[in-house]
Every structure is written in C-alpha cells, then in structure tokens.
C-alpha cells in the first residue's frame, strides 16, 4: 500500500525567508501524481503545485517549487520569500487511482 | 458553479445512532472520495469511487459506507456511530482518476459523537 510521510509536524521561519518542507512516499508503480496542498485556518483546502512523476523538471508556481527526486521517492516543498499568507497547514498528496495524504506539517511565518 | 457541497456543516449524535452525510458535485467529476481529519492524522481516506456504481475501500473504511448511484452523489453513512467516529469529514472531487487533476473539496462536516 502507498505510503506518504512528511516528516516535520510543525515549523517556524522568519518573513521573506525561503523554508523547505520535506514530503516522502513509497509506492511500487511507476506512473503516479504528486501535490500539494495548502489548508489556512478556513479550513479550505487550496492546491498549491502538482507534478507528474513521468516529468524529470520540476514543476514551479511563483514562489512555490518542489524537488522531485523519483528514485529516492521525494517531493519536497520550498517556498521563497514566504508571507504571512503562507501561515498554513501543509499537506503532500500522492496519487495513482485514489489518493493518499501525508499527516501534514504546520507552518508558522513569523513576522 | 457550487462546485462541491456537503450537508450538514455541523452535527451532533448519540453512540449507536446513524445518519448520513451527504456530498454533492456539479462539476460532471468523475471521482468521488471521503476523508476524515483528526489532529496529527492528517487527511484519512475512508472510501472513494471512480465512477457511477463504483466504490472501494480507501484507508480508514470500517464503521462508514458509501455508494454512487449518480455521478453527481456520494453519501457517507455511519451505521452505528461511536466516539471516536468524532472528526471533521471532508469530501472531494476531480474530473477524473489516476490524473494530474486536483481534487476539489467541500467545506467540510464536523461530526461529534457523544
């Protein structure tokens, strides 16, 4: 069974620093999707990046890209120049024909 | 577009009781799914469909049933709830499985079993 593992429940940076959120999965198929996803105290849950595991670069959106390594079966997170905005709870998504969660890390930008 | 809509947003129940929690989508999606977010535990998967008349068990299935007779519904129900069915219920949709397309959420039910 697919597994997704984020490995930092909760941290803390300073405004206009760049922070890195870690995100590791196992799986045995070779084709599969990866995201993630942001929830602000709303409750909302807002996709921030996707990336298809048969694309080598590294998908970007603004101040928001990932580090995909395949073969070590990581999809790290890494905001740049983080906001206030981005106080939130973050969740890495796996997907093949259903879709997994990690159990998310709390991220705090400090003003 | 309502895009997804879950009923009730809140709601309280006895242990033994059931009821249903409705989903719905206008979107023609054709996945369907259901998890439940407890604190530390991330989003949980408890059963999702890929299409009308399909379903299967994700993560966390016992105790909740699911069926999906239209594309449109996919109804969670709580057979017999207990305590620690207490959580907050999200559904989701995407156009499609096995797809980079994102899932869109509903606003979630808080569900207390007292």
């Known amino acids: 069974a697919q597994t997704v593992t984020q490995s930092q429940p909760e941290m803390s940076v300073q405004e206009a620093e760049t922070v890195t959120l870690s995100c590791t999965y196992d799986?045995?198929?070779?084709?599969?999707?990866l995201f993630w996803y942001k929830q602000p105290p709303s409750r909302q849950m807002i996709l921030v990046i996707r990336?298809?595991?048969?694309?080598?670069q590294n998908a970007t959106e603004n101040r928001f890209s990932v580090n995909f390594q395949k073969a070590a079966k990581s999809f790290s997170l890494k905001i740049s120049d983080s906001q206030l905005g981005d106080t939130a709870m973050y969740f890495c998504?796996?997907?093949?024909?259903?879709?997994?969660f990690g159990k998310g890390t709390r991220l705090h930008i400090l003003p | 577009n309502a895009g997804v809509t879950q009923t009730p947003k809140f709601q309280v129940l006895k242990t033994g009781q059931s009821m249903t929690l409705q989903c719905a989508q206008d979107?023609?999606?054709?996945?369907m799914s259901w998890y439940r977010q407890d604190p530390g535990m991330g989003l949980r998967l408890i059963h999702y469909?890929?299409?009308?008349?399909?379903?299967d068990q994700g993560e966390v299935p016992n105790g909740y049933n699911v069926s999906r007779s239209t594309t449109e519904d996919f109804p969670l129900r709580l057979l017999s709830a207990a305590p620690s069915q207490t959580s907050v219920y999200f559904c989701?949709?995407?156009?499609?499985?096995?797809?980079?397309?994102?899932?869109?959420f509903g606003d979630g039910t808080r569900l207390s079993i007292l």
């Open positions: 469909s890929v299409g009308a008349g399909i379903t």
């Open positions: 799986t045995s198929e070779n084709n599969y999707y």
């Open positions: 998504a796996f997907r093949d024909d259903k879709i997994i």
């Open positions: 990336q298809e595991a048969y694309k080598q």
């Open positions: 979107m023609n999606h054709e996945y």
């Open positions: 989701a949709s995407s156009y499609s499985f096995a797809s980079n397309q994102p899932q869109h």
